[in-house]
């Protein structure tokens, strides 16, 4: 129903930058939200950044003042951009939507498949 399709990942040396990019497709009504997860290896997915309602933003402390998330309303499109990286933001990054279509009137969230972000020297 809701397909995300991410870009942007790879290897960065430590104080790279990154730009992630997500597109949101499908029978997409309206989109509520849309945010960036990550999950390192042994570890649960987090929060590292959400966009509410095309304005409102929220971040993991961890990203603050290094990472800022945008969106393009009228693409369904979601942006990351990730400066200052370093060895711990090594992960798995998935975008997230919590989109309405037209096969249901309840929001629900629809993930990526995932992009490999690894920071190293």
């Known amino acids: 129903q809701v397909q995300l399709v991410e870009s942007g990942g790879g290897l960065v040396q430590p104080g790279g930058s990154l730009r992630l990019s997500c597109a949101a497709s499908g029978s997409i009504i309206s989109i509520s939200a849309m945010g960036w997860y990550r999950q390192a290896p042994g570890k649960e997915r987090e929060l590292v950044a959400a966009i509410i309602s095309g304005s409102s933003t929220n971040y993991a402390d961890s990203v603050k003042g290094r990472f800022t998330i945008s969106r393009d309303n009228a693409e369904n499109n979601v942006y990351l951009q990730m400066n200052t990286l370093k060895p711990e933001d090594t992960a798995v990054y998935y975008c997230?939507?919590?989109?309405?279509?037209?096969?249901?009137?309840?929001?629900?969230?629809?993930w990526g498949q995932g992009t490999q972000v690894t920071v190293s020297s």
């Open positions: 997230n939507a919590r989109a309405r279509t037209t096969y249901s009137i309840r929001y629900a969230d629809y």
